[in-house]
């Protein structure tokens, strides 16, 4: 085998690796909506292991207020009680996969209670998703309220 010919099977046997490696971390819409409905019950019923094993340690979470949090800081504000989601709902969503990411954007209604004080908040989302491992990851939150009718 030349040189030339030895180069070409490599590239090639690489091409196929990374083939191979995307589609065993392909993430499914199906697997993202469980995910975020196990997310959501970790996150109203104040289930702080499970919410550290579904939050990535990079997570950045954009608030509608436009505060910004770390996972370390989020989880801390959650169990400090500062803030206590009482319910979540997922109004409508889309889900797009690229191999080993996913993004969902879409609508929810979340009741919470900050500070003592109990509101409801309509907010349109982007969130994202990784596959890490076997698991799947929640790694970016970013919304925006959307204004009463």
Excluded at 41 to 47: H, P, R, S, V
Excluded at 81 to 96: A, C, E, H, P, W
Excluded at 115 to 136: H, Q, S, Y
Aim: proline share 2%; net charge neutral.
């Amino acid at each position: 085998m030349t040189v030339k010919m030895a180069g070409i099977a490599a590239i090639l046997i690489g091409m196929t690796a990374s083939v191979a490696a995307a589609a065993e971390c392909r993430i499914t819409e199906d697997e993202i909506l469980a995910a975020e409905a196990r997310r959501y019950e970790a996150q109203t019923g104040n289930d702080f292991p499970a919410l550290d094993r579904i939050y990535g340690d990079d997570m950045i979470y954009i608030h509608s207020t436009a505060a910004v949090d770390t996972k370390a800081s989020y989880l801390g504000t959650l169990k400090a009680g500062t803030v206590r989601y009482r319910t979540m709902r997922l109004l409508d969503s889309k889900v797009r996969v690229y191999d080993c990411l996913a993004i969902m954007t879409g609508t929810a209604r979340f009741d919470v209670t900050v500070k003592g004080e109990d509101i409801t908040v309509d907010l349109r989302f982007t969130e994202t998703w990784a596959r890490r491992g076997n698991e799947l990851q929640f790694i970016s939150w970013q919304s925006t309220r959307v204004p009463p009718k």
